[in-house]
């Protein structure tokens, strides 16, 4: 019914940036808050960064002052900049949306994921 698709991700050096999109698509009402969540290999996924239908945001303390979340709600996307990477936030980074479904009720999705590597 929902899909989320992300792109952007890939292999940059430490101190480099990426910048990670994320479209939503299918019987979509609304979109209420989205969000991008990391997993690291060995360890759980992890709020990244999260922003509300109205613009407001909020973001893992290990990624404030470095990354900036927004989102295009007419084309029904979600963005990540990330600068100043270091090699600890490799990790597949998802993208997550709540959606309000069309005739259906308020469900999460989830995309497949993109790889992000900071190398040293």
């Known amino acids: 019914q929902v899909q989320l698709v992300e792109s952007g991700g890939g292999l940059v050096q430490a101190g480099g940036s990426l910048r990670l999109s994320c479209a939503a698509s299918?019987?979509?009402?609304?979109?209420?808050?989205m969000g991008w969540y990391r997993q690291a290999p060995g360890k759980q996924r992890e709020l990244v960064a999260v922003i509300t239908s109205g613009g407001s945001t909020d973001y893992a303390d290990s990624v404030k002052g470095r990354s900036t979340i927004s989102r295009n709600n007419a084309m029904k996307s979600v963005y990540l900049q990330m600068n100043s990477l270091k090699p600890e936030d490799t990790g597949v980074y998802y993208c997550a949306a709540n959606v309000w479904v069309i005739g259906g009720p308020v469900q999460d999705y989830w995309g497949q994921g993109t790889q992000v590597t900071v190398s040293s």
């Open positions: 299918g019987s979509i009402s609304s979109i209420n808050s």
